[in-house]
């Protein structure tokens, strides 16, 4: 069973760039979480 390497190079930058966002976003929104913990105690 051969791998076909084309689908792999169609999809790596999509997924770079989903990783790369769910990173940030991910960041931000932990921040946000926190400064609401933060702001209720």
């Known amino acids: 069973m051969d791998i076909d390497f084309r689908v792999a190079i ?6 770079i760039a989903a990783g790369w ?15 609401f913990l933060n702001k209720d105690a």
Do not use: S
């Open 10 to 15: 169609v999809l790596a930058p999509i997924a």
């Open 21 to 35: 966002a769910i990173f940030n976003i991910g960041a931000a929104a932990l921040r946000q979480v926190q400064g």
